[in-house]
């Protein structure tokens, strides 16, 4: 075989490499953008919902918001199993103390009760999860369970 031909299929050899690999990572990026902005906006979601439903409440496990939101328990890139998988959620949280908090400087809340578990910071730019959830007790203050002194 000629140089010239080596030469060729060499380089069409790493072409096709180097757009293989290019595109995995493009689609693993897009899976991210696509992806991760939704999963912290449908768990705010689910969470305000079960908030609505329950007297103002927090949840406190997933099986919870599996009961509150059964419409997102099928199966789907947004169901609750998948938000299990990719959303982590403070059960613990106090809506009575999440309502009082005041907002910082960058006009988001001191909290975090929301958040994706691989520790990326990704979301639409109107519905950042714990700005959804603190915009949401400042509307229903007046009928948060109180906190009871200690």
């Known amino acids: 075989m000629p140089w010239r031909s080596r030469l060729l299929w060499f380089v069409l050899g790493v072409s096709i490499t180097g757009g293989s690999v290019f595109g995995y990572f493009a689609y693993q990026a897009m899976q991210m953008v696509l992806h991760d902005p939704y999963y912290v906006e449908h768990a705010a979601s689910c969470v305000v919902h079960y908030l609505e439903a329950n007297n103002n409440r927090w ?20 169901s609750i199993e998948v938000l299990e998988q990719n959303v982590i959620i403070d059960w613990n949280a106090s809506p009575s103390v999440l309502a009082h ?5 960058d006009d988001q809340p001191p909290f975090r009760v929301i958040w994706l578990r691989n520790g990326k910071s990704i979301y639409w730019s109107s519905t950042e999860p714990n700005r959804s959830i603190w915009e949401y007790l400042q509307k229903h203050k007046d009928r948060l369970p109180q906190i009871k002194p200690e």
């Open 59 to 78: 949840p406190t496990s997933w099986d919870d918001l599996r009961r509150a939101n059964p419409d997102r328990i099928i199966s789907g890139p947004f």
């Open 101 to 105: 908090a005041k907002l910082r400087d």
